[in-house]
Structure formats: structure tokens, C-alpha cells
């Protein structure tokens, strides 16, 4: 019963382990580089866009504005 138990609870963890993680993807190139991820100029990135996720590098636009910039 013991064994039986902590594949269980391991796989709850792995479960919820990946839902959580989806979640952590920033909704838009904004939110990628700025928020609570404070990255900065040519930090790797990631958000959530029409075609899944889209990865890229942090780089500053002509405003300043510290944006996730797709490979």
C-alpha cells in the first residue's frame, strides 16, 4: 500500500508540476521581459502567441520598452 501511495503522490506532482508551469508563460512580448521576470537586455524569453509559444531575446524598442523580440 505504501508503494502504491507515492506513485500516486508522484503523480500528482508531475501533473500539477506541468500545469503550473504553463501557467508561468507570459501572455504577450511585454509581460516576458518586464513583470515579475525581471529580465534584461538579451535575456531569454517566452510567450504564449497565436501559433503556441514563441521564444526570443529581451531588447529594448525604440521607446525604451524592454520587449521579448521572437527568434
Do not use: R
Request: hydrophobic share 45%; net charge negative; charged share 15%.
Amino acid at each position: 500500500m505504501y508503494k502504491f501511495a507515492v506513485a500516486i503522490i508522484a503523480a500528482f506532482a508531475v501533473f500539477f508540476g506541468q500545469a503550473s508551469a504553463a501557467t508561468l508563460l507570459a501572455d504577450n512580448p511585454v509581460d516576458a521581459c518586464n513583470g515579475s521576470n525581471h529580465y534584461g537586455e538579451g535575456h531569454d524569453c517566452a510567450f504564449k502567441s497565436a501559433d503556441g509559444t514563441a521564444e526570443g531575446i529581451c531588447h529594448k524598442d525604440g521607446s525604451g520598452v524592454l520587449v521579448c523580440v521572437p527568434n
